[in-house]
């Protein structure tokens, strides 16, 4: 992750890149593969108010079925 990097909200806005490891879907949404990308860990942002609220915490398997049911 870059240096001196201003809170959290702002990196994510302006500098995706910082975060390998996922990915930035519509309506202020993340997804980052973790455990080797055996699970999903997906958040929405709230950039206003500088929050960050988990959606789901999901298998691989798991997120493919939510996508698929449009449920993310």
């Known amino acids: 992750m870059r240096r ?3 809170p959290l909200r702002a990196c994510w806005k302006c500098h995706p890149s910082d975060f390998g490891s996922a990915s930035f ?9 973790i455990g080797g990308n055996k699970y ?3 958040v929405k942002r709230e950039y206003q108010r ?3 609220y988990v959606r789901h915490v999901v298998t691989h398997q798991d997120y493919d079925e939510l996508t698929r049911a449009n449920e993310l």
């Not at 879907?25 to 593969?33: A, G, Q």
């Open 4 to 6: 001196n990097c201003p």
């Open 25 to 33: 879907l519509s309506r202020n949404r993340v997804v980052f593969n």
């Open 40 to 42: 999903r860990l997906v």
């Open 50 to 52: 500088g929050e960050v």
